[in-house]
């Protein structure tokens, strides 16, 4: 880290364990960067993801799977084997704002279209984010 900023270079993204008792808030992205990642991710120590807007760690279990990720719910996190073949398809947001943006991200690297029902909960934390998505050049179409 330099200053007020970092250098990130596109690269193959290895897996790895996750200890999330401090970033809860940051689970769902690591959920989908372990998608992309080659080996098994383990993300534990989430179990208070399941009281949040949702039950996190189930949806993103049902909604990652959907798309096609090898991942599965354990007590306290999720253990996902990488890298996936992730597919668009339609992702149910459980009324979650970061359900449906880390299901975002996932689909800008899936096969085909995703459409993220119930969108406007990202209006909880992120209003923009689908028009911030947009400005750094996605295709996003509202419905």
Do not use: W
């Amino acid at each position: 880290v330099e200053k007020n900023s970092v250098q990130i270079v596109n690269g193959k993204l290895d897996a790895a364990e996750i200890d999330a008792s401090d970033i809860p808030d940051l689970v769902p992205v690591c959920s989908v960067l372990g998608c992309f990642s080659k080996g098994v991710t383990k993300i534990y120590n989430a179990k208070r993801l399941r009281f949040k807007e949702s039950n996190r760690l189930h949806a993103l279990t049902s909604e990652l799977r959907k798309m096609g990720a090898e991942i599965m719910e354990t007590d306290d996190g999720l253990i996902i084997n990488g890298p996936c073949k992730l597919y668009g398809t339609s992702i149910n947001t459980h009324g979650d704002h970061r359900i449906a943006m880390a299901c975002a991200v996932a689909g800008l690297k899936a096969k085909g279209k995703t459409k993220i029902l119930q969108a406007e909960c990202v209006n909880k934390s992120y209003p923009k984010f689908f028009i911030d998505l947009e400005k750094l050049g996605a295709n996003v179409y509202v419905e």
